[in-house]
C-alpha cells in the first residue's frame, strides 16, 4: 500500500502523548464557567458553611462558665425586730445584720481554672471537628478537578479521533482504505462521544457541589487547581497523634478533673461567714444603739463531699483512658495512610514508566503499520483505545493518591 500523502498522520499520532504529559492541566474553553483555586475555594467555604459558625457557638457556652465561676459569693442583708416583755412593758430590739461567706478552701480559684480547661478543651475539639469539614470539602473540590481533567483527556483524545477520522476518508476516497474502515471509525467516535456525554454529566454535578459548598447554589464553578500531592513529613505517627485536638482536648479535660479533685480533697477546710451589723434597742423614754458581730464555721460532719472526690477520679480516669484509645486509633490511621501513600505514589511511578512512557513509540507503530498495509484498522483502534485507558488511568492513580493523602490529613488532624 503506498504512503499517505495527504496528511502527515505519523505526527497527528503523537499528539495524544503530548496530552499524557499534560492530563492534569484542563484546555481552557470559551464557555467555561469561573475558576476558584484552592485557597479560594477554602476562603468562601468557611464564610458560607453554616456548620462551622455552629461550632464556635460552643465555645460561648462554655465561656459563659467561666464568668459563672468566678462569681463571689454575694453577701447578705437581714433585718430582725426582737421583743421582749418586762414588768408589763414591751422592749423591742431592731436589728440590721450583713453577712458575707469566705471561701477558705480555694474552691473559686480552682472552678476558674477548670472553667478555663474546659474552654481550651473545646477549642481544640473544635480545632478537629472544624478540620474534617474543610477535608470533606476538598474531596469534593479535588473531586470536580478530576472530572474537569477526565473530560479535558477525553475531548483532546477525540480531537486527534477526529483528525484521524479525516486522513482514513481521504484514503477512502483516493481508493486506499475500505468503506469499513470509515465506519468501524465512525463507530469508535460515537463510543468517544458517549463517554464524553458521562463525563460532562461528572463535571456538571461537581461543578454544583463546588457552587453549592461555597454558598452560590445558583452558581458553577471549576477546580482551577491540578491534582497534585505533597509527600508526607517523616514526623512519628504517635506524635502526630498528639497534636490531634480530639487528643488534646481529652488531656485538658484530664487536668480539669484533676482541679476538681484537689478542691474536694480541701472540703475539710469551711465556709467562713463573717456577720456583722446595727441594733438598736428601744428603753421606753430612751434609745440604745450598739452592734452585732459574729462568726459562723460549717462543720463538715456528714457530707465531706465523697461523691464528688468519687465522680473527679472516675472523670479523671475516663479521660486518660480516652487519650489513650485515640492515640492508638489516631497512630493506627496515620501509619496505614502513610503505607497506602507510598504505595500509591510507587504504583504511579511504575505506571508511568511502564505505560505512559510507551504511548509514543506504541502509536507511531500503529501508525506505520496501518499506512503500510500491514495490520488491520481494528488495530489503529486499539491502539488509540490503549492510549486513551492509559491516560485515564493515570489520572486515577492521581485521584487515588489526592483522596489517600487526604485520609492521611483527616487522621493527622491537620495538613
Not at 168 to 191: M, P, Q
Amino acid at each position: 500500500m503506498p504512503p499517505i500523502r495527504s496528511f502527515p498522520v505519523a505526527r497527528l499520532l503523537l499528539l495524544p502523548t503530548i496530552v499524557v504529559l499534560g492530563a492534569g492541566v484542563p484546555v481552557a474553553r470559551a464557555d467555561a464557567p469561573p475558576e476558584l483555586t484552592e485557597a479560594e475555594f477554602l476562603a468562601r467555604f468557611e464564610r458560607a458553611e453554616p456548620r462551622l459558625a455552629a461550632l464556635a457557638t460552643r465555645v460561648e457556652r462554655d465561656r459563659a462558665a467561666v464568668v459563672e465561676a468566678g462569681q463571689r459569693p454575694d453577701p447578705a442583708v437581714a433585718v430582725d425586730r426582737e421583743e421582749v416583755f418586762a414588768s408589763g412593758a414591751a422592749l423591742p430590739e431592731h436589728t440590721v445584720r450583713l453577712s458575707w461567706p469566705i471561701d477558705l478552701a480555694g474552691r473559686r480559684g480552682d472552678r476558674i481554672q477548670a472553667a478555663a480547661g474546659a474552654v481550651a478543651a473545646t477549642e481544640a475539639a473544635i480545632e478537629l471537628d472544624r478540620w474534617r469539614l474543610v477535608v470533606d470539602a476538598l474531596a469534593a473540590y479535588y473531586e470536580g478537578a478530576a472530572a474537569r481533567a477526565r473530560l479535558t483527556v477525553l475531548r483532546d483524545a477525540r480531537a486527534s479521533f477526529d483528525t484521524a477520522m479525516a486522513v482514513v476518508r481521504a484514503r477512502a476516497t483516493a481508493g486506499e482504505a475500505s468503506g469499513y474502515d470509515v465506519t468501524r471509525l465512525e463507530v469508535e467516535l460515537g463510543g468517544y462521544d458517549d463517554l464524553i456525554i458521562e463525563a460532562e454529566g461528572d463535571l456538571a454535578r461537581t461543578r454544583k457541589q463546588i457552587a453549592v459548598l461555597v454558598g452560590k447554589p445558583d452558581a458553577i464553578f471549576d477546580a482551577a487547581d491540578a491534582i497534585v500531592t505533597a509527600a508526607p513529613g517523616d514526623d512519628p505517627a504517635a506524635a502526630l497523634a498528639r497534636q490531634r485536638g480530639d487528643y488534646r482536648a481529652a488531656a485538658l479535660r484530664e487536668q480539669a478533673a484533676t482541679l476538681e479533685l484537689v478542691a474536694t480533697r480541701r472540703s475539710w477546710l469551711p465556709i467562713l461567714t463573717l456577720t456583722g451589723g446595727l441594733k438598736v434597742a428601744d428603753l421606753g423614754d430612751d434609745s440604745a444603739w450598739g452592734y452585732v458581730a459574729g462568726v459562723a464555721l460549717e462543720l463538715p460532719l456528714f457530707d465531706h463531699h465523697a461523691g464528688a472526690r468519687a465522680r473527679a477520679l472516675a472523670e479523671r480516669g475516663a479521660w486518660r483512658a480516652e487519650q489513650a484509645v485515640i492515640e492508638w486509633t489516631a497512630t493506627t490511621q496515620i501509619d496505614l495512610a502513610r503505607a497506602e501513600l507510598a504505595r500509591r505514589r510507587d504504583q504511579a511511578s511504575a505506571h508511568d514508566a511502564s505505560q505512559v512512557a510507551r504511548l509514543a513509540d506504541l502509536l507511531r507503530q500503529a501508525e506505520t503499520a496501518y499506512r503500510e498495509g500491514e495490520r488491520p484498522i481494528a488495530e489503529l483502534l486499539e491502539a488509540y483505545r490503549t492510549a486513551r485507558e492509559v491516560r485515564l488511568r493515570s489520572l486515577a492513580i492521581q485521584q487515588a493518591i489526592r483522596r489517600t493523602q487526604l485520609e492521611l490529613w483527616r487522621a493527622q488532624g491537620h495538613r
